[in-house]
């Protein structure tokens, strides 16, 4: 079997980290909103990758996440004076719903950022203690991008001013590249080094040696998502496992690609963007 891994940019022969089982991790949605036909893309062909797996005789275990608190959630929050649990709770409902009405198996584990929040804990203070990470008072622990000699070989990008235009910028980061581990905050939870919540980017890895970390010189076999989570999402996990557990975080990536409406990528921003359970009252699931 080939498949067309992201990093080498080619097909190559699918060979698993141990032989007959097969560790997927896919990073799913944030639920801040009802799932939209991109969500679907992507829920759908990591579905079918499963499958094709299973029908050749691996063992799979496949874990798929919610994102569950961030930026977009607490702004809904603030502009509906609902609770964080109240918005995420309905939303994954709402999620779900939809994936069992186009068919997509439901993941083996579905792990919550808040549900990991001592294993990101965790590895940030892994971070800190060997020298990857760094406090800026009254902002936040921000990753020295500076320390993984590796840094944007994931997504083959180079050191320029636009590839760091999606990181939130800070006026005392080290380099523009860093990235936030754990904000500041006083409304959330607690740490050793100071009440807050965490940065999107370290859920993924903690959730992923919690869940299927192999013991081998990769923590999973394939690391799944769309591709606009190639950078800096995926980039970013990468960089945390190399520097925290000094091995590599997927032997595979795969990304899938963005679904075009009249020849432009589909988005919200562009008003082309269509919610799956508007699609689902005008075709069956199955379409």
């Given at each position: 079997m080939q498949i067309f891994d992201s990093v080498k940019r080619k097909k190559v022969e699918f060979e698993p980290v141990k032989s007959d089982f097969v560790r997927i991790y896919v990073c799913g949605p944030t639920v801040y909103d009802d799932a939209h036909l991109?969500?679907?893309?992507?829920?759908?062909?990591?579905?079918?990758?499963?499958?094709?797996?299973?029908?050749?005789g691996y063992k799979v275990k496949f874990v798929r996440n919610y994102t569950d608190i961030?930026?977009?959630?607490?702004?809904?929050?603030?502009?509906?004076?609902?609770?964080?649990e109240a918005i995420t709770d309905r939303y994954i409902a709402s999620y779900e719903r939809d994936m069992s009405a186009l068919n997509v198996l439901e993941p083996d584990v579905k792990p919550k950022a808040t549900q990991t929040l001592k294993e990101m804990i965790g590895y940030i203070e892994i971070l800190l203690k060997n020298?990857?990470?760094?406090?800026?008072?009254?902002?936040g622990i921000y990753f020295d991008t500076a320390k993984d000699a590796e840094y944007l070989s994931l997504s083959g990008k180079f050191d320029t001013e636009a590839n760091v235009a999606r990181v939130a910028s800070s006026d005392e980061k080290k380099d523009e590249k860093d990235f936030?581990?754990?904000?500041f905050d006083e409304k959330w939870y607690e740490s050793p080094f100071g009440r807050g919540r965490p940065g999107w980017h370290t859920e993924c890895v903690a959730?992923?040696?919690?869940?299927?970390?192999?013991?081998?010189?990769?923590?999973?076999?394939?690391?799944a998502g769309g591709l606009d989570l190639l950078f800096p999402h995926h980039e970013n996990e990468a960089a945390q496992c190399r520097c925290a557990e000094h091995k590599s975080l997927?032997?595979?990536?795969?990304?899938?690609?963005?679904?075009?409406?009249?020849?432009?990528?589909?988005?919200?921003?562009l008003g082309n963007s269509f919610f799956v359970k508007d699609a689902l009252e005008r075709n069956l699931g199955e379409a």
């Open positions: 991109g969500h679907a893309k992507s829920a759908i062909s990591f579905d079918l990758l499963r499958r094709t797996l299973s029908e050749l961030d930026d977009k959630i607490l702004k809904k929050m603030s502009e509906s004076g609902e609770s964080l020298g990857f990470a760094y406090e800026i008072a009254g902002d936030v581990l754990w904000k959730m992923i040696k919690k869940h299927l970390s192999s013991g081998e010189k990769f923590e999973i076999d394939i690391h997927a032997k595979y990536w795969l990304h899938n690609g963005f679904i075009q409406v009249n020849n432009e990528k589909m988005s919200k921003s």
